[in-house]
């Protein structure tokens, strides 16, 4: 026998929780405030500590009230996730991805017909924007360092070239031209500080100078057309590498310090599909 406080109370803390509101949490709930205060004031008198601490006109939470609502959450899109499977077997079969949109277009899409080889009784769902109406199996995530939380592996660093327009090369040798940035979180990546240092011309170009862009496809389509030259992860140009439309200038090569992190959270990590995901992942991700 489990020792567990009402559901019902449990539900109404993790949606009083979200919503820091006793009066939204009743709206969302079709009760009243005060049944929602008196389901709050139960599972306090049951853990006997305090869940919120009440200021005037707004609610926070305790220490032990985020504790709380961060596995809830969790245990509440398990049961959700195992009922909607039983209602619809599809679900089992229904991966539900988050991907950066570069990763997705130009490293995920070219190799989706060898995943379709290797789990065809898998559908993908592939996203690039998070959304709470959305419970995400895996997420790929650009960054440095392993999420907390989660079971989070490296997939791949990033692995810089210097690359232009071919004719631009000449004048690439002596950076003789613009510089492309790419921006991460408004901030330009420092990968010609990095790619500049590890070539031995730290102070031979105007890092602070050039154009910068939100997206990979435009600093390289702005390549393609001569305005500059371009330090980018090469996995993520190899068509363009391929075709002779962009050409590396120098043979020097970078790694990271970004790459693309696997994030699974907890209650995903057991579902046969997520596990036939990730192997697929390792087998086809460089070393």
């Known amino acids: 026998m489990r020792s567990l406080p009402a559901l019902t109370s449990l539900r109404v803390f993790e949606t009083a929780g979200k919503c820091l509101s006793f009066t939204k949490a009743a709206s969302q709930l079709n009760v009243t405030q005060s049944a929602v205060s008196r389901q709050i004031k139960h599972l306090e008198d049951y853990l006997g500590v305090p869940l919120f601490v009440r200021r005037h006109h707004r609610l926070e939470l305790t220490a032990a009230g985020q504790q709380l609502l961060s596995k809830l959450e969790q245990s509440f899109n398990l049961m959700e996730t195992a009922v909607q499977e039983l209602r619809d077997p599809n679900q089992r079969q229904k991966l539900t991805l988050l991907f950066p949109p570069t990763f997705a277009t130009r490293w995920l899409a070219p190799r989706l017909a060898d995943f379709h080889i290797h789990s065809p009784e898998l559908q993908l769902s592939i996203h690039n924007n998070d959304s709470e109406h959305n419970i995400f199996d895996c997420h790929i995530r650009f960054g440095r360092t392993a ?18 327009a071919p004719h631009l090369l000449e004048q690439a040798k002596q950076l003789n031209g613009n510089l492309l940035h ?6 330009r990546l420092p990968v010609w500080e990095n790619w500049l240092q590890a070539a031995g011309l730290t102070g031979e170009a105007d890092v602070n100078g050039g154009m910068e862009f939100s997206t990979l496809d435009q600093v390289s389509n702005a390549a393609i057309n001569g305005a500059g030259f371009a330090i980018v992860d090469k996995r993520m140009i190899s068509h363009e590498l391929k075709m002779g439309t962009l050409v590396p200038f120098s043979q020097i090569e970078v790694s990271g310090p970004y790459g693309y992190w696997l994030d699974i959270k907890a209650e ?7 596990i036939r995901f990730t192997e697929w992942l390792r087998q086809v991700s460089p070393d």
Do not use: T
């Open 182 to 187: 790419i921006l991460h979180e408004g901030q």
């Open 268 to 274: 995903r990590q057991g579902l046969a599909k997520v």
């Open 147 to 164: 999420r907390p939380n989660h079971y989070s592996e490296l997939i791949m660093l990033e692995q810089h070239v210097a690359v232009c």
